[in-house]
């Protein structure tokens, strides 16, 4: 089924059915099915570690096809000037329907720290690729600070602490 939207474009309804949009592309079943391999909605959690001098990336990858895949999954932390300051890259092997969380760790050099004064963010890029081919991607902002609760550092100094510094709360 196809709908005009505007002057040249033109968005085409096929069913979800991968025999018969494979026949429809001229290619195999399986081919098509590769390509099925995603990131998972909310699928990508970053955090840095309690110092602020580590990163930590989990991201959720699902294959929606019964054939099997392998992806390149590969995170890019960029500056706020755009700048890569971490790459990191895995190859991921997904069984028909399998669904995998995998971790990625980076250390962090002198990161710029996100404050109340100066809310500083990096920006996360996550891609799945597929024989050198980007299929999903995402991006994600995101701030290295520490934080340190009253609670957790039984020290006798109810103050809260952000990047080492006491910071009123109210």
């Known amino acids: 089924k196809k709908n005009r939207q505007a002057e040249g474009e033109w968005v085409v309804h096929l069913p979800y059915d991968k025999s018969v949009i494979s026949t429809r592309m001229n290619i195999k079943p399986e081919t ?17 570690n309690p110092t602020a001098d580590s990163i930590l990336i989990d991201t959720e990858i699902h294959n929606y096809s019964s054939s099997s895949a392998v992806v390149c999954l590969v995170d890019k932390l960029c500056a706020a000037d755009g700048k890569e300051v971490v790459r990191l890259t895995d190859n991921v092997s997904l069984r028909g329907n399998e669904t995998k969380i995998v971790r990625q760790v980076s250390a962090m050099t002198k990161p710029h720290l996100w404050s109340t004064v100066d809310a500083y963010l990096y920006s996360l890029n996550t891609i799945i690729k597929r024989n050198g081919k980007a299929t999903d991607d995402i991006t994600t902002p995101f701030g290295i600070r520490s934080i340190s609760w009253p609670l957790t550092r039984k020290d006798g100094d109810g103050r809260f602490f952000l990047n080492g510094k006491p910071i009123f709360i109210n």
Do not use: D, T
């Open 32 to 48: 098509f099915s590769r390509a099925l391999a995603k990131l998972e909605p909310y699928g990508v959690h970053i955090w840095n």
